[in-house]
């Protein structure tokens, strides 16, 4: 059960970041008091910096589900198949994609400037049959809700990327990883977004923050947001993992040598098999059929104990998996068939079947 309450837990954890570069630095610069920065005057300053090695502005940041806006929502316009569809449109700059580490499965980013667009994953599926067939179809993007602002007119598809999460992971990859546009920032708003990836993330973070001074802070990185949010959330879930793992492990060496003390408390009446003719096979497989009906009358009690459970607590998330607990129990068989058969084995070969016969074990 224990295993079946963690690893749902840690399979998210290890999909939730589909980058390479999570240790990518988030800032959000913003304006002073007499004073008002461009991306353009932020960009020269990032570039002149050593410790950076790439940057690129964004509307929304990755697994920060509070820096889509209402102007970040769009549907396309003469699809009615997509008439209750809303996509996000994240205006980033072409390197974006170069600082975060997402994968291009498709065709190219766009240029600064253009009517060009990149899609993700999700929104290839969505809105082709496939990332090469998104290529070169003409979407023309609306607001999705009145007052958001202009979406951006008809633009062109040039690429497909990877799915990038924005949502919040605690509900679930799938939830996080929403259909998504990408093309140029639409304005410089009050606040710009950045990603900075750097050269060494601990010793020149402080560099970067300390050249614009009170104009910027520090958001934090897509990994530090994952642990923050998403780890703190499931922390019983993460430990129980680590804990079911370990005591799978702890079970089969159990399992293993329960099963070979039962092979040598029965060395008698393998003894006797012996002396009217059966092989160590033909033993080893008659013993290993009464522990298969042992096996599976427990394996059939606690899958029926998880159901129950999960009917009785109807109203709340499903916690106990049935089917994780069905797929550990041919572990447990293969332990059990191999120590029988190393058990029947040594037993025969170390023992003459008369001292068997006369209550000898091993």
Request: proline share 4%.
């Amino acid at each position: 059960m224990a295993l079946s309450l963690g690893t749902r837990y840690a399979a998210d954890a290890r999909a939730s970041l589909p980058f390479r570069h999570g240790d990518a630095l988030m800032l959000s610069v913003f304006a002073t008091a007499g004073e008002r920065l461009t991306a353009e005057q932020v960009a020269a300053a990032l570039g002149a910096l050593p410790a950076v090695v790439s940057a690129a502005q964004a509307e929304m940041l990755p697994l920060l589900p509070e820096t889509i806006q209402a102007a970040n929502r769009v549907q396309v316009r003469g699809a009615p198949a997509l008439a209750d569809t809303v996509l996000l449109r994240n205006g980033v700059a072409p390197a974006f994609f170069e600082t975060l580490g997402v994968e291009i499965v498709s065709g190219r980013t766009f240029a600064d400037a253009s009517t060009e667009i990149v899609l993700s994953r999700a929104a290839a599926r969505l809105l082709a049959q496939d990332a090469a067939a998104a290529l070169g179809m003409a979407l023309e993007l609306v607001p999705a809700s009145l007052g958001a602002g202009p979406a951006g007119g008809v633009a062109t598809v040039v690429g497909v990327v990877d799915d990038v999460p924005y949502a919040s992971m605690l509900a679930g990859e799938a939830a996080a990883q929403s259909p998504v546009l990408y093309g140029p920032p639409r304005s410089d708003g009050g606040q710009l977004l950045w990603l900075v990836r750097l050269a060494d993330v601990r010793g020149a973070a402080d560099e970067v923050l300390g050249h614009f001074g009170e104009s910027a802070y520090r958001v934090g990185t897509p990994t530090e947001i994952f642990r923050e949010r998403f780890l703190a959330a499931h922390s019983v879930g993460v430990a129980l993992a680590g804990a079911a793992i370990f005591a799978l492990l702890l079970s089969l060496v159990g399992v293993g040598a329960s099963v070979a003390r039962s092979v040598a408390a029965a060395s008698r009446d393998i003894g006797i098999f012996l002396a009217v003719g059966m092989t160590a096979r033909d033993i080893a497989l008659r013993h290993l059929r009464r522990v298969a009906r042992d096996l599976l009358a427990a394996g059939v009690a606690v899958c029926a104990a998880a159901v129950a459970a999960n009917y009785l607590l109807a109203s709340n998330a499903v916690v106990i998996e049935p089917w994780l607990m069905l797929a550990v129990l041919p572990v447990i068989a293969l332990v059990c068939a191999l120590f029988v058969f190393r058990s029947v084995k040594r037993l025969v070969r170390d023992h003459p079947v008369s001292a068997l016969v006369g209550g000898a074990d091993a």
